[in-house]
């Protein structure tokens, strides 16, 4: 059987976690900050978690992570 290729877009967005679930950087911080409000850009630093509904595709792109 040939290896799996990784999914490169999705091992540059999603990182394992120890019990199996991925987490995920927030969007909405690239451009246009000036119009959020100081609160809502430090709370999108925080990483969070895949759905769990998109777990499974998620291990699926990423068969060795």
Do not use: E
């Amino acid at each position: 059987m040939p290896k799996i290729k990784t999914n490169r877009g999705a091992a540059k967005r999603f990182k394992k976690n120890a019990s199996g679930s991925f987490k995920r950087g927030q969007s909405h911080r690239s451009h246009i900050l000036t119009k959020k409000s100081t609160k809502r850009k430090r709370q999108l630093r925080c990483p969070a978690q895949v759905h769990k509904s998109d777990v499974a595709s998620a291990r699926r792109m990423m068969p060795y992570a």
